[in-house]
């Protein structure tokens, strides 16, 4: 797989390895989804530092991706309406990243989503939590139509839309807590079904 475009977006699965059965499991809970989003964002938008930098899992990006060698900037959305699967069959992706030309479309969103904030947090109206409600569904509905019709999906060579999927090692501290995840690998499949938001 080579010189992919990455002018658009691509859902990103995240993967552990599951201490005792040692095979790969989808990280399912939300705080954990995002510890593997800001990994996967930071690492490539170059702001990360210490031991959760990886050279490797840029370089790796970088080869397939030829839109981001030469533009090394992302977004991500995280969906927070996914529902929390039972089962690994039922696992999908929580996070789209967008790169290329489309970053621009995902930050105006937000930025017009600020704006509204600001507005509705001067006004003086009873009616504040109602207008905040709605800049917030207009925001909403904005990225899913950036995911589901605007920006186009990633495809390989032979134009099947693409998943990534980053695998990582859990570690944990002395209480048994978890502390972090640990890059393993990185892989792109092609998508069976078309995840709608």
């Keep these: 797989m080579q010189n992919i475009s990455f002018k658009g977006c691509i859902p990103v699965e995240f993967y552990a390895k599951h201490p005792k059965t040692q095979k790969y499991v989808p990280i399912v809970q939300p705080q954990n989804v995002k ?30 991706d030829s839109d981001y060698a030469k533009n090394p900037i992302v977004r991500s959305i995280y969906d927070k309406s996914a529902p929390i699967p039972k089962t690994a069959q039922e696992a999908r992706p929580y996070v789209f990243l967008f790169t290329g030309d489309d970053t621009d479309k995902v930050k105006e ?43 186009p999906r990633v495809k390989d060579e032979q134009k099947r839309d693409l998943v990534m999927r980053v695998f ?26 078309k995840y709608i938001l």
Aim: aromatic letters at 10%; one cysteine or more; glycine letters at 6%.
């Design 168 to 193: 990582f090692k859990p570690e944990y501290n002395k209480k048994g807590d978890l502390s972090r995840f640990v890059f393993q690998d990185v892989m792109f499949y092609p998508q069976e079904d």
């Design 35 to 64: 510890k593997c989003q800001h990994f996967v964002v930071r690492n490539l938008n170059k702001t990360i530092t210490g031991q959760n930098k990886s050279d490797v899992f840029t370089k790796i990006y970088e080869q397939v």
């Design 109 to 151: 969103l937000g930025k017009q989503l600020g704006k509204d904030k600001i507005a509705i947090a001067e006004s003086t109206e009873d009616k504040e939590k109602e207008a905040l409600s709605r800049a917030r569904k207009k925001y909403k509905t904005g990225i899913k139509d950036l995911i589901n019709r605007i920006c």
